[in-house]
């Protein structure tokens, strides 16, 4: 089993940045895949952005492409979301999550470990 540590939440303005950090561990990581999902209140968890730990595909949702990176770090075990000009739409619990599967990494039924979420609030 992979556990998953999300950090890097808080509290900013619009246009501000923010880079999230999800650190794996447990199993080995490299023939995982490790995407980011957000939730909003009252809404259904959106996929944002997926990168596969090998190779390093990158996959976005059309509607983050631009503002968000996915990026991953191999050799600290640790992903990262990096995103750009927030705005107050953007508020929400921001999950990572591991895949053993090639896929669809849109779909929340790929991946089978989740971290416990972390609060990114954007104000106006």
């Known amino acids: 089993q992979v556990q998953l540590v999300e950090t890097g939440g808080g509290l900013v303005q619009a246009g501000d940045s923010l880079r999230l950090s999800c650190a794996a561990s447990?199993?080995?990581?490299?023939?995982?895949?490790m995407g980011w999902f957000r939730q909003a209140p009252g809404k259904e968890r959106e996929f944002v952005a997926a990168i596969t730990w090998g190779v390093g595909n990158i996959f976005y949702a059309d509607s983050m492409k631009g503002r968000f990176t996915i990026s991953r770090d191999k050799a600290k075990n640790t992903g990262y979301l990096q995103m750009n000009s927030l705005e107050p739409e953007d508020t929400a619990v921001y999950y990572c999550?591991?895949?053993?599967?090639?896929?669809?990494?849109?779909?929340?039924?790929?991946?089978?470990?989740w971290g416990q979420g972390t609060q990114v609030t954007v104000s106006s």
């Open positions: 447990g199993r080995t990581f490299s023939n995982y895949a």
């Open positions: 999550a591991a895949s053993p599967y090639s896929g669809p990494y849109y779909a929340t039924r790929s991946f089978h470990s």
